[in-house]
């Protein structure tokens, strides 16, 4: 596929496992990932990703919530490896836009991740802060749009028009739900998809017969009913 598939996790062995696989393009974390993943010191960890994964682009995500340290964050991290991107969530608690710091971050050279992204507005607004020379990615939570009961295609294909003129910004679909939003994605130009381990591992089933597919499930089924004991007729 054209689409780059970024693994989307904190844990060091699966990272280690996927990128020596060669089944993914990049990695991404954050602050979340890292408290489910069990990291209790940052750049001890991020260290670690680094000194194995020296060719493919990782995200690490600032801590602060106020621009200035933001921006103090940002160029720590950025000075870390030279495939290291930094993402910046586009807004602060208080709902302060970071585009502004953003602006200037990718004006300076560092390779910005700006994440959380929701609406047309939003994403406009940061296409137009990325310096088109420095490389970028936009990511926008479509998965998350979906929960709301809104369809994030129609807000991914504005985003990739909006960047077609700055070829060093990428557009990532985030927050993926299933493997189906792979192909979704790729269908409507997207450069990068974020996947969860747990999803990854259901591409054995592309291409799949779906009749024997059924079969698969009720034999399933009926296993599950053997093992539980149940019984409806005495």
Not at 65 to 70: A, C, G, H, R, V
Not at 99 to 120: I, Q, W
Not at 148 to 163: L, S, Y
Not at 179 to 201: D, H, K, M, R, W
């Amino acid at each position: 596929m054209a689409i780059k598939v970024f693994a989307d996790g904190a844990n060091l062995q699966g990272m280690l496992d996927m990128y020596h696989s060669g089944t993914v393009q990049g990695f991404t974390t954050n602050p979340s990932l890292m408290k489910k993943g069990g990291v209790t010191d940052y750049r001890a960890f991020a260290k670690e990703v680094l000194e194995n994964i020296k060719d493919l682009p990782v995200s690490f995500e600032v801590f602060a919530d106020d621009l200035p340290t933001m921006g103090k964050e940002a160029r720590e991290i950025a000075t870390w490896a030279d495939n290291v991107y930094v993402k910046i969530p586009a807004m602060t608690t208080a709902g302060e836009s970071t585009s502004p710091l953003v602006r200037e971050l990718s004006a300076e050279g560092v390779k910005v991740n700006v994440t959380t992204l929701f609406t047309d507005e939003q994403n406009a607004e940061f296409i137009d802060a990325v310096d088109a020379e420095t490389p970028s990615i936009i990511s926008i939570f479509a998965g998350r749009i979906a929960d709301t009961g809104v369809d994030p295609t129609p807000i991914m294909q504005r985003a990739i028009e909006a960047a077609a003129p700055k070829p060093n910004c990428e557009i990532l679909w985030a927050s993926t739900r299933e493997l189906l939003n792979i192909f979704q994605a790729e269908a409507i130009g997207c450069q990068i998809i974020t996947v969860p381990n747990s999803i990854l591992a259901k591409r054995k089933n592309i291409g799949k017969d779906l009749l024997e597919y059924s079969k698969d499930t009720v034999k399933g089924f009926a296993a599950d009913i053997q093992t539980l004991g149940f019984h409806i007729l005495p």
